[in-house]
T-cell receptor
Framework: DQQVKQNSPSLSVQEGRISILNCDYT??????FLWYKKYPAEGPTFLIS?????DKNEDGRFTVFLNKSAKHLSLHIVPSQPGDSAVYFC?????????????FGKGTLLTVNP | EPEVTQTPSHQVTQMGQEVILRCVPI?????FYWYRQILGQKVEFLVS????????KSEIFDDQFSVERPDGSNFTLKIRSTKLEDSAMYFC????????????FGQGTRLTVV
């Protein structure tokens, strides 16, 4: 039961260009969404989040967009840097009374080429 | 910056043995979690813990698993009789008791069952 889906297992972009990572969800009860970045042999690191009452949240080079009607969110990184190369996980929380647990997607490996 | 710490970083154990994975959550956080990631798969929720009791658990968290907060700082995951399929990265996380707050993850314990 994949409630959070990241359909692209990998993405490769050139340094300086925009990276767009996508995520879809099925549970309409989710009311907040987060992006985590993960390097090999490390734990996920929180990047940015968005509440379901918003459609955009921006933090420096990172912007998350939420389209509730489409149950879709995306993470934009601009400009992309080689240090951004990592696995990016989309996560969702809320889920109708759930006690703050997060449901993760499978992740997208981003490679930013110099 | 406060962080979640986990010990050991790597644990090798014989099938059928008991293991205890340890975590020190961020001190002012009140929600604690265990997640795991089997190699090549997504990060999966195991259990959440609040106010000295389990608040939610997944179907993965069966009778061989237990969690405990033995003192004011540690949070442990015990696997009573390990199986080969328990081999994974186990991540501890903690968060403030606020809807929409991000969970902060430790660096993980790699459990290898042989």
């Amino acid at each position: 039961d994949q409630q959070v889906k990241q359909n692209s297992p990998s993405l490769s972009v050139q340094e300086g260009r925009i990276s767009i990572l996508n995520c879809d969800y099925t549970n309409s009860m989710f009311d907040y969404f987060l992006w985590y970045k993960k390097y090999p042999a490390e734990g996920p690191t929180f990047l940015i989040s968005i509440s379901s009452i918003k459609d955009k949240n921006e933090d420096g080079r990172f912007t998350v967009f939420l389209n509730k009607s489409a149950k879709h969110l995306s993470l934009h990184i601009v400009p992309s840097q080689p240090g951004d190369s990592a696995v990016y996980f989309c996560a969702a929380g809320g889920g109708g009374g759930s006690n703050y647990k997060l449901t993760f997607g499978k992740g997208t490996l981003l490679t930013v080429n110099p | 910056e406060p962080e979640v710490t986990q010990t050991p970083s790597h644990q090798v154990t014989q099938m059928g043995q008991e293991v205890i994975l340890r975590c020190v959550p961020i001190s002012n956080h009140l929600y604690f979690y265990w997640y795991r990631q089997i190699l090549g798969q997504k990060v999966e929720f195991l259990v959440s813990f609040y106010n000295n009791e389990i608040s939610e658990k997944s179907e993965i968290f069966d009778d061989q698993f237990s969690v405990e907060r033995p003192d004011g700082s540690n949070f442990t995951l015990k696997i009573r009789s390990t199986k080969l399929e328990d081999s994974a990265m186990y991540f501890c996380a903690s968060s403030e008791p606020l809807q929409g707050s991000s969970a902060f993850f430790g660096q993980g314990t790699r459990l290898t069952v042989v």
